[in-house]
């Protein structure tokens, strides 16, 4: 299916309305930023490593594995994100549009250095691209890419990238069930 015939599928009016809301949000840049609540710590470490099955010395020495980064930072059961999450905020222009649900396509890791017990973290999130519509075996939607920025907070004032993280998900209309 050609670009104009994806594009077919979506109101052109509907479509500009997600594309200027794309481009706006997208101009907020690293917008919004969160401090991890808890420093890096070995308890935490521990329950990390219990859950996922692993056993590393390295891991009970003070340092965390690499693929823990969006553990510190997570929101929590309670925890929202603040109005200009650029990521939320898309969500949320799609859904007014919509497009209701929501399959997790991928995400992309990428790690600096392993981080160390008592080192704060803090994480920024950007728009990186909104691409769509297009025409999937799920329905017809956009696919959406934040930007994930982590860095540790150091004594002298410097702030050190240690991760970053490209997450895609596709936002979309579920084809009705005659259509599937």
């Given at each position: 299916m050609s670009t104009h015939e994806q594009q077919a599928l979506v109101d052109p009016a509907v479509h500009e309305k997600i594309m200027a809301e794309a481009d706006r949000i997208k101009a907020w840049g690293e917008a919004a930023e969160r401090v991890a609540r808890d420093e890096v710590n070995q308890p935490t470490i521990n329950n990390w490593l219990e859950a996922m099955g692993l056993d590393n010395p390295r891991f009970a020495a003070g340092e965390a594995p690499p693929s823990m980064a969006q553990v510190w930072t997570m929101y929590g059961l309670g925890g929202k994100p603040p109005e200009q999450d650029p990521l939320h905020s898309m969500m949320r222009v799609l859904t007014d549009a919509g497009f209701t649900a929501v399959l997790g396509t991928n995400c992309e890791q990428s790690y600096d250095r392993y981080l160390r017990v008592g080192e704060q973290l803090r994480v920024t999130t950007a728009l990186d691209s909104v691409v769509g519509p297009k025409a999937t075996g799920m329905g017809v939607g956009y696919f959406v890419t934040s930007r994930n920025t982590?860095?540790?907070?150091?004594?002298?004032?410097?702030?050190?990238?240690?991760?970053?993280?490209?997450?895609?998900?596709?936002k979309f209309v579920p084809r009705a069930k005659a259509d599937a």
């Open positions: 982590w860095y540790v907070a150091h004594p002298d004032g410097r702030s050190e990238r240690v991760a970053t993280m490209l997450f895609r998900v596709l």
